[in-house]
């Protein structure tokens, strides 16, 4: 199994990124994907997750900015995110977990699988 993140940058607030998360080793279409983040400093938090069963879950923090989706056939994941601030700033990883998680997609010890991650930084 391996999931890897792409996308991340050095961006202005304001801008927009897609960060990719393209996963192997098992099906897709039976996983719930989430994203979570790591801010400087701060403990890792839950920003979006794609469950298995089409429906998408959002952080308070984030919702309206940013946007999960997924490409079954293309074992990729996505998240769209736009009006970037230094708040959003952190490493942005991928994680996978073969079942639905419904509101406890903020766990991390659901989540077997992780990919290394992808940094994001907001500044002007």
């Known amino acids: 199994v391996q999931l890897v993140e792409s996308g991340g940058a050095l961006v202005q607030p304001g801008d927009s990124l897609r960060l990719s998360c393209a996963t192997a080793g098992f099906a897709l279409n039976y996983a719930s994907v989430s994203w979570f983040r790591q801010a400087p400093g701060k403990e890792r938090e839950g920003v979006s997750c794609h469950s298995r069963d089409g429906r998408s879950y959002y952080a308070d923090s984030v919702k309206g900015r940013f946007v999960v989706s997924r490409d079954n056939g293309k074992n990729m994941v996505y998240m769209e995110i736009t009006d970037l601030t230094p708040e959003d700033t952190g490493v942005y990883y991928c994680?996978?977990?073969?079942?639905?998680?419904?509101?406890?997609?903020?766990?991390?010890?659901?989540?077997?699988?992780w990919g290394q991650g992808t940094q994001v930084t907001v500044s002007s």
């Open positions: 994680a996978a977990a073969l079942s639905v998680l419904g509101t406890n997609w903020r766990n991390q010890a659901l989540y077997p699988y």
